[in-house]
T-cell receptor, first 115, second 114 residues
Framework: DSGVTQTPKHLITATGQRVTLRCSPR?????VYWYQQSLDQGLQFLIQ???????AKGNILERFSAQQFPDLHSELNLSSLELGDSALYFC??????????????FGPGTRLTVL | AQKITQTQPGMFVQEKEAVTLDCTYD???????LFWYKQPSSGEMIFLIY??????QNATEGRYSLNFQKARKSANLVISASQLGDSAMYFC???????????FGKGTLLTVNP
């Protein structure tokens, strides 16, 4: 158990819908990262937050957005869902968002299926 | 830009034998970190081992060791005394420079045979 929690574990929805994925980082970790794992794209970085501020952005679609709240939990919002958004979405946390190379602890993931 | 290449889509090993999973990387950063993660069929990502670019010694964590050859830009994972529970997908990843993200390779599916 990494200490990172993600809910829900599974999510099945229809095209055009909007969903919210939730992540609680390990106690004391200030950085939260979101990754998408799909069969065709592999594991891709989406976005990072550090202590409530957006720190880095990767291949995140405009239909997707995220935020980190004062209690440090984070939410990833996916809207106007398409079939290709079906994937495993991971949240990871690390103690520092600076130029350090600490391990990122991954949550169990949310498996999103868009029908 | 950073790139991780894992050239072995699948590997087979006999139980109790050692196995090496290949990883090469490309980066223009002077300072970077290399990681290996294990993803069993249940889906979670489990951290295995970390190597910093300035670390002079190869990292070891129990049965896992990282064979770091900086000039060749390779960071191979060696698993000694394979166990059936080692059957999983293994990902090499790196983080460097101003990038806070992890860049992952496509993974190697390891199967341990009894």
């Amino acid at each position: 158990d990494s200490g990172v929690t993600q809910t829900p574990k599974h999510l099945i929805t229809a095209t055009g819908q909007r969903v919210t994925l939730r992540c609680s980082p390990r106690s004391g970790d200030l950085s939260v990262y979101w990754y998408q794992q799909s069969l065709d794209q592999g594991l891709q970085f989406l976005i990072q937050y550090y202590n409530g501020e957006e720190r880095a952005k990767g291949n995140i679609l405009e239909r997707f957005s995220a935020q980190q709240f004062p209690d440090l939990h984070s939410e990833l919002n996916l809207s106007s869902l398409e079939l290709g958004d079906s994937a495993l979405y991971f949240c990871a946390s690390s103690p520092s968002g600076g130029r350090s190379y600490n391990e990122q602890f991954f949550g169990p993931g949310t498996r999103l299926t868009v029908l | 830009a950073q790139k991780i290449t894992q050239t072995q889509p699948g590997m087979f090993v006999q139980e109790k034998e050692a196995v090496t999973l290949d990883c090469t990387y490309d980066t223009s950063d002077q300072s970077y970190g290399l990681f290996w993660y294990k993803q069993p069929s249940s889906g979670e990502m489990i951290f295995l081992i970390y190597q910093g670019s300035y670390d002079e010694q190869n990292a070891t964590e129990g049965r896992y060791s990282l064979n770091f050859q900086k000039a060749r830009k390779s960071a191979n994972l060696v698993i000694s005394a394979s166990q059936l529970g080692d059957s999983a997908m293994y990902f090499c990843a790196m983080r460097g420079g101003s990038n806070y993200k992890l860049t992952f390779g496509k993974g190697t599916l390891l199967t341990v045979n009894p």
